[in-house]
Every structure is written in structure tokens, then in C-alpha cells.
T-cell receptor, first 115, second 114 residues
């Protein structure tokens, strides 16, 4: 039962252009969403998050959009840089509920930014 | 460097054996989480401890157990190992217990069961 899905296993983008990574979820109890970035041989690193009371959160080149009715979120990276090449994981949790700190992750999307 | 340390980095062992993975959280963090990343399952939540007490449990096998000690480090014990237990095991830590606290991940322990 895949409650968080990233349907694109990989994405290739030219340096300077926009990268858009997508994520869908099925559990309506999720109310907090996060994006993590992972380089090989390292643990995931937190990028940006959004609460279900918002529809957009921005941090520098990174913006996360949440569409609750569609149970869909996306991460926009503008402009994309070669150093952004990594695996990106979408994660969800029912923050503050009985799920406590449990994060449910998607399968990840490999982003490659070409110079 | 996230500040979370995990030992060992690599572990190779045989089926039926038992191993212990160790995690030291970031200074000041009270929550410790264990995740398993296998090729076909992605990152799966195993268990969470907060200040020594179990707080949340995922699909952790009965052959697996964990604990958090008074100094807040944590150990994940895997017993009666099977080939399918081969995976990357990540530990993460956070200040608080709920999911809206940022979780900092360690570099992982790669377990290979032969």
C-alpha cells in the first residue's frame, strides 16, 4: 500500500531551467509534507516542508506547492544547478497526531541537472 | 554533516546471525528514528523513541528490536537474519516527537546478509 507516490523515477533538466518534481498521496490524515534530498553514500537531508493549512511555501530557489483537493504536491527548483543533481524524496506525516514522528516516504525521483 | 553518527558503516554477516546497529543523535535531540531502505521498498519507517520511550512503530519485524538509552543513543538489534534483511539502515534524530520537527539523518549502515 503505497500511500505516498512519486511516479517519475527520474527527471533530466538543463542548468538554469526549472525542475518540477511531483508527489501524490492517498492518506487524507496526512497534514504535513516534506521534501528531502539525498546524495549517494549520505543520509537524506531536509529541504523544505509545508503544512496542510498552506498551499505554498518558498525558501530561496525551492518552492513547494500543495493541492489538498487533488492530494498532490510539487517541488519547484528555479534555477536548477548541477549541484542539485540528487535523489529527491517526498514524505508525509500526520504531525501532532498519534503517528508522532513517523514519516512515510515516496520512492524517490532521481534529478539530473546538465550543465 | 548532520551531527547524527551511525556505526558501523558496513556490516557483512551470514543468515541466522544477530547484529546490533548503533546511533548517536545530534546534541539536544530527544527523538531517535530508525528507517530501512531496501532496493524494492524505498525508505520505510521502523520505530521511533522519544527520551527513552517507544513513541511510534512502523512495520518492524518481530525479529528486530530497538531501545534508547539514558544518554539518548539508540541501538537497533536484528536477529535471525535473512537475505531479505540486506538494506541500508538509517537513523534520524529530532528535537521533538512529532513529524513537524525536522529530522536529521545519519549516513546509514549498509547491512549485507550472505
Amino acid at each position: 500500500d503505497q500511500q505516498v507516490k512519486q511516479n517519475s523515477p527520474s527527471l533530466s533538466v538543463q542548468e538554469g531551467r526549472i525542475s518540477i518534481l511531483n508527489c501524490d498521496y492517498t492518506n487524507s490524515m496526512f497534514d504535513y509534507f516534506l521534501w528531502y534530498k539525498k546524495y549517494p553514500a549520505e543520509g537524506p537531508t531536509f529541504l523544505i516542508s509545508i503544512s496542510s493549512i498552506k498551499d505554498k511555501n518558498e525558501d530561496g530557489r525551492f518552492t513547494v506547492f500543495l493541492n489538498k483537493s487533488a492530494k498532490h504536491l510539487s517541488l519547484h527548483i528555479v534555477p536548477s544547478q548541477p549541484g542539485d543533481s540528487a535523489v529527491y524524496f517526498c514524505a508525509a506525516t500526520g504531525a501532532g497526531g498519534t503517528s508522532y514522528g513517523k514519516l512515510t516516504f515516496g520512492q524517490g525521483t532521481i534529478l539530473t541537472v546538465h550543465p | 554533516d548532520s551531527g547524527v553518527t551511525q556505526t558501523p558503516k558496513h556490516l557483512i554477516t551470514a543468515t541466522g546471525q544477530r547484529v546490533t546497529l548503533r546511533c548517536s543523535p545530534r546534541s539536544g535531540d530527544l527523538s531517535v528514528y530508525w528507517y530501512q531502505q531496501s532496493l524494492d521498498q524505498g525508505l520505510q519507517f521502523l520505530i521511533q523513541y522519544y527520551n527513552g520511550e517507544e513513541r511510534a512503530k512502523g512495520n518492524i519485524l518481530e525479529r528486530f528490536s530497538a531501545q534508547q538509552f539514558p544518554d539518548l543513543h539508540s541501538e537497533l538489534n536484528l536477529s535471525s537474519l535473512e537475505l531479505g534483511d540486506s538494506a541500508l539502515y538509517f537513523c534520524a534524530s529530532s528535537v521533538g516527537a512529532s513529524g513537524d520537527y525536522e529530522q536529521y539523518f545519519g549516513p546509514g549502515t549498509r547491512l549485507t546478509v550472505t
